[in-house]
């Protein structure tokens, strides 16, 4: 994989980092939103396809990315199709620094170190490059702004932003709201981001480990009742497809 692209990860990332304060929004959930990121992207390369609520390896050639590849080699060795939300609500947090140092590497951000309170180091990030996260978020401002369907990645990159929580990040304020309203809606034009992003937002509000002890007392029945379910948002809203979790 060249880097002529920036990968969904990355973008991810960038569009969370404040170029104010040097620091990232919704640091508790970025490393989930990451995780499905690299879902996404992995899938975008033809390296994994879903089956059914799983995500199944069907091309194990790296791709270039020592991030991606890495990630690509745990879901091999699971051996079989393993399910979104368990992926990625598993222990593999620190994405957020693992990205961070990536992009620094790759030249997109630069490392600023200082400290807090005149005591304590800490390290800012500052994107190298105003214009590449202007034209990031361009996208999504087109695509909230027209109505027209978005590309699966910029749909993936929207459905993502969302399920962390970066809305009120990327746009504040009353005068945000309906951006951050269709920001959301822009989740059915990709179905694996939509699918990968109600796993991230499952996974927040601990749905798989309460899933998990449900289904050892009612066995296959939960799953097929969660599917059935997941086709709908608290509303009666049919959302995009969701990945059932055990």
Do not use: F
Request: charged content about 20%; hydrophobic content about 35%; glycine content about 12%.
């Amino acid at each position: 994989m060249g880097k002529s692209r920036r990968t969904v990860p990355e973008e991810l990332l960038l569009l969370a980092l404040d170029p104010t304060t040097g620091t990232t929004a919704q640091p508790q959930t970025l490393d989930l939103g990451l995780a499905g990121a690299q879902l996404v992207e992995l899938s975008l390369a033809g390296r994994i396809v879903p089956e059914g609520d799983r995500i199944a390896v069907v091309l194990a050639r790296p791709t270039g990315d020592p991030t991606l590849d890495h990630a690509l080699e745990l879901l091999r060795r699971r051996g079989s199709p393993v399910r979104a939300a368990h992926w990625i609500g598993g222990p593999r947090l620190g994405l957020r620094q693992t990205y961070l140092a990536h992009l620094e590497r790759c030249g997109m951000v630069t490392a600023v170190p200082g400290q807090v309170c005149g005591v304590l180091p800490t390290t800012r990030y500052q994107a190298s490059d105003d214009c590449t996260n202007a034209a990031i978020k361009q996208r999504l401002d087109t695509a909230i702004r027209t109505g027209v369907p978005p590309d699966p990645r910029t749909a993936a990159l929207a459905a993502l932003a969302h399920s962390v929580g970066l809305g009120k990040h990327l746009y504040p304020g009353n005068e945000g709201r309906s951006s951050r309203s269709r920001l959301r809606d822009l989740i059915r034009y990709d179905p694996l981001g939509g699918m990968v992003a109600h796993a991230v937002m499952d996974v927040q509000n601990g749905l798989p480990a309460q899933q998990n002890r449900s289904s050892q007392g009612s066995g296959a029945s939960t799953g097929r009742s969660g599917a059935r379910a997941a086709g709908r948002t608290s509303g009666g809203r049919v959302a995009a497809p969701r990945v059932a979790v055990r």
